[in-house]
């Protein structure tokens, strides 16, 4: 049976960051570590933290993942040198790793990680996922997963990211330290539930521009006319920006179905650019000619209103049951790192607080990166700009 132990930290140093999360964490329970999961943010050296933490639980696995900031079950922190572990004792899981995952391989890279991951275990039931958040096809990750397990298999996770720049984001799996990566983790113990849900803050605004020439995840042009000066005009942007420029103000927007958007609690699905090449635009999915696409402001009293409603619904379909676990993934243009407007600490505080058990936030772990994967409408779906919460119960 998996037991799930967290914590979180503020420390320049990285190899006392870790041990100072073992040590909260694990406690006496460190030699019973079959499972270490970290994310921390890019001020840290993430060679270091494998070999630390390998130093300190020799018989755990260890993966890593780079963040704009993390929230433990201590609260948010959003620093440069930030960490936050989830550590995990029992065998009930897989795993399995790719050093070079990008958007016209993520499916084949996908596959193979499923593949691997049901070789090793029966009875996966939901997958952990984390995956550079530049130059990925997120939408075919999740088909990639699907075509092994089904669709009744959950996926969650989030991808990497840096400090909003967009230049490199880290992974880390089997104790190497990769730029394109990715790991996934496949949970078998039966009597674990997951119930997942994302929402963002965001509203589309003005006319929308429409893709006229993509390749998958790459838009070509829009409107008839090169995609990226095309962005970046519309949003009053000098040419020499890059994409660091973009993410504050350049949420883009799809429409949704509108029963789709009821459960959303939105009319659109957002998406972010994290990369550009010359003209082209490499979108988070696949994104289709003829797709419209708007531009958005975010809304701070929607912000708070949608989490509110994401959290009570949850907490209904739970029943009364309280998690034995929770991950968490939130778009780091939620945070306080871009505009400084969000009061992190009390959207923490209502997110967190309907989970207690008593007095007691569960084990946590969260992280700001590039993307979220959360069930949307019955299906796994991947979202930006969101808030996404993975809540695990024991049955």
Request: glycine content about 8%; aromatic content about 10%.
């Amino acid at each position: 049976m998996l037991q799930f132990y967290s914590a979180s930290t503020r420390i320049v140093n990285t190899k006392r960051s870790v041990t100072e999360c073992l040590e909260i964490a694990l406690g006496e329970h460190l030699d019973q570590a079959s499972l270490l999961i970290f994310n921390a943010s890019v001020g840290h050296d993430f060679q270091d933290l494998i070999e630390q933490a390998h130093e300190m639980a020799p018989q755990a696995q260890i993966v890593a993942a780079s963040c704009c900031g993390v929230v433990g079950r201590e609260g948010v922190s959003e620093s440069m040198k930030d960490m936050a572990l989830m550590a995990l004792t029992g065998n009930e899981f897989a795993l399995a790793g790719s050093s070079s995952i990008y958007g016209h391989n993520s499916y084949d890279e996908c596959v193979k990680m499923a593949k691997a991951l049901q070789a090793q275990k029966t009875g996966i039931n939901m997958i952990y996922f984390i995956a550079s958040g530049i130059d990925i096809n997120n939408s075919e990750c999740i088909r990639g997963f699907e075509t092994v397990f089904g669709e009744d298999v959950t996926v969650f996770g989030a991808t990497t990211s840096d400090n909003m720049k967009g230049y490199v984001s880290f992974q880390a799996f089997a104790q190497q330290v990769t730029e394109h990566g990715a790991f996934a983790i496949g949970f078998c113990d039966p009597s674990l539930t997951i119930d997942t849900q994302a929402t963002h803050g965001f509203m589309a605004i003005g006319e929308p521009m429409t893709v006229t020439k993509s390749n998958g995840h790459i838009i070509e042009e829009l409107n008839g006319k090169p995609a990226w000066s095309t962005f970046l005009e519309r949003l009053g942007l000098p040419k020499e920006a890059d994409c660091g420029h973009t993410i504050p103000v350049g949420a883009l927007a799809e429409l949704l179905p509108p029963e789709v958007a009821e459960e959303y609690g939105n009319q659109h699905i957002l998406r972010v650019v994290t990369k550009h090449e010359g003209e082209h635009i490499y979108y988070a999915t696949s994104c289709n000619e003829g797709t419209q696409l708007w531009f958005t402001i975010r809304d701070e009293e929607l912000i708070f209103k949608e989490m509110d409603r994401m959290v009570t619904s949850m907490c209904q379909r739970a029943g009364g049951k309280k998690p034995v676990a929770v991950f968490h993934a939130d778009c780091l243009a939620r945070g306080r790192y871009l505009t400084n407007r969000v009061l992190k600490e009390e959207l923490v505080h209502q997110m967190q607080t309907p989970f207690y058990s008593g007095e007691v936030c569960p084990p946590w772990l969260g992280m700001y990166g590039f993307g979220e994967f959360a069930r949307l409408n019955g299906k796994n779906t991947y979202h930006n700009y969101t808030t996404a919460l993975y809540v695990i119960y024991r049955k």
